[in-house]
């Protein structure tokens, strides 16, 4: 197991860290998680499912901006907008209940300010356009409630597009005509479009027509291991032709084993084959799966730093995958 040193320490403590992806929403709603109170991190083998943060940990792992997974059921036709909508009702309440803590964030210039003052900031990012009905007039509001990216699937099939894996998988259909239309409409109202989960042909027909700089928020890469959930190194040179970003995900199964070394293998596969500006974090916490040991829970966090540096990757190079990379495409997407 990577056991941090004095020098990761003090790398790790001196970043901004954005976490892309991580699901405390779903653990609040199905378990009533309190994202204020310290839990114990998940004692079982591979963590499995939930337990891996909170707002205590979180903090002592230094992360200093979260993006709340929006996850809502394609089964329930009522679970669309309405069902949205109250999830960040639930993420402006959480704040409001630890004003010292959390604060909803909706630029990088707030994150900043946020991270100065000692809070996490948060934002939200829907996971899969089945949630919006093939409707796009919801958008403004939603935008205006916090949410900061929609990803255009999830495991299943909708009107825009197919997944890479799940109910209506293809890695060789493109975009609907909906998902163009949405697109076009997210960037018109600074929104990020985020490709995880999202076929392979589509997501190089979204990265050949951005208008602003994309993301894949939780992932892997395949050149490390293979895995359903994983992007090849031509959708991260798709990617990074957008300025875009790709967000490292921590689930084993994805990444494969080895724990924070393998994780650092991704974001230095990314760093090699398309640069480190392209490099970034989405953990996946909370997401019902599994988890290495050493990064099982927020506060171990500074395990990967440690693996990163071993790698001989610099200061600089941690920080900017750690957070500044996600500012920069916050900035530039969403205004």
Not at 308 to 317: I, P, Q, S, T
Request: aromatic share 6%; hydrophobic share 45%; glycine share 12%.
């Amino acid at each position: 197991m990577t056991r941090p040193t004095d020098e990761a320490r003090t790398v790790h403590a001196a970043a901004l860290i954005v976490d892309l992806h991580c699901d405390l929403l779903l653990t609040r709603h199905f378990l009533g998680w309190d994202f204020a109170r310290r839990h114990r991190a998940n004692p079982l083998p591979g963590a499995p499912l939930f337990g891996h943060c909170d707002l205590p940990r979180l903090r002592d792992g230094n992360v200093g901006a979260v993006a709340f997974g929006v996850v809502t059921s394609p089964l329930r036709w009522s679970g669309g907008p309405a069902a949205i909508r109250a999830d960040l009702d639930a993420m402006h309440h959480e704040a409001a209940r630890s004003p010292g803590t959390l604060a909803v964030c909706g630029t990088a210039a707030e994150i900043v300010a946020a991270r100065a003052a000692g809070q996490i900031a948060c934002f939200a990012g829907l996971e899969g356009a089945h949630g919006l009905h093939g409707r796009l007039d919801d958008l403004p509001g939603l935008h205006a409630r916090g949410l900061r990216y929609v990803g255009l699937v999830h495991f299943t099939a909708n009107a825009a597009a197919r997944p890479m894996v799940g109910w209506g998988g293809s890695n060789t259909a493109g975009l609907t005509p909906h998902g163009h239309d949405l697109c076009d409409e997210l960037w018109r109202l600074g929104l990020l479009v985020d490709l995880a989960h999202l076929g392979k042909a589509a997501v190089l027909e979204v990265c050949a027509r951005a208008r602003r700089p994309v993301l894949v928020s939780h992932t892997g890469c395949t050149a490390v291991h293979a895995s359903p959930r994983g992007v090849d190194d031509d959708v991260l040179r798709a990617v990074a032709d957008t300025d875009g970003v790709v967000g490292v995900i921590f689930v084993t199964p994805f990444i494969g084993t080895g724990g924070a070394r393998t994780a650092a293998r991704h974001l230095d596969h990314i760093k090699r084959t398309v640069g480190v500006r392209h490099c970034a974090l989405g953990t996946d916490w909370e997401g019902f799966a599994l988890y290495p040991s050493d990064l099982d829970s927020a506060e171990k966090l500074p395990n990967l730093t440690q693996a990163l540096l071993e790698l001989g990757w610099r200061a600089d190079e941690v920080h900017a995958a750690y957070g500044g990379n996600v500012l920069r495409v916050i900035t530039a997407g969403c205004g």
